[in-house]
């Protein structure tokens, strides 16, 4: 059986998984958006492979660590990455 899940309902789904503390309330917010948008009709949520997909970072010297990359400035990622903004600094990449 389908369910549709709304924003609160799928925030809550992470957090009660084993990924509850692989993304932020505001990234899990931004991840329904994004996900929203790219599937216009019904999909299966599956975890395992959103943790794939999207990864949650506090800000680009994170991300340059974390990736092993030298990006100099956001719009820079932006061109090679699709970056989910959470806030001022902190985002998602898919």
């Known amino acids: 059986m389908l369910q549709r899940l709304d924003e609160n309902m799928f925030v809550n789904r992470v957090l009660d998984s084993e990924y509850r503390n692989k993304y932020s309330i505001g990234g899990l917010k931004a991840m329904y958006r994004d996900i929203e948008e790219l599937y216009e009709k019904e999909y299966v949520l599956d975890l395992g492979y959103l943790a794939m997909v999207y990864a949650e970072f506090e800000n680009l010297e994170d991300y340059n660590k974390d990736t092993g990359t030298e990006y100099e400035s956001m719009e820079e990622?932006?061109?090679?990455?699709?970056v989910l903004m959470i806030d001022e600094k902190t985002f998602l990449v898919a």
């Open 77 to 82: 990622l932006r061109r090679n990455q699709t």
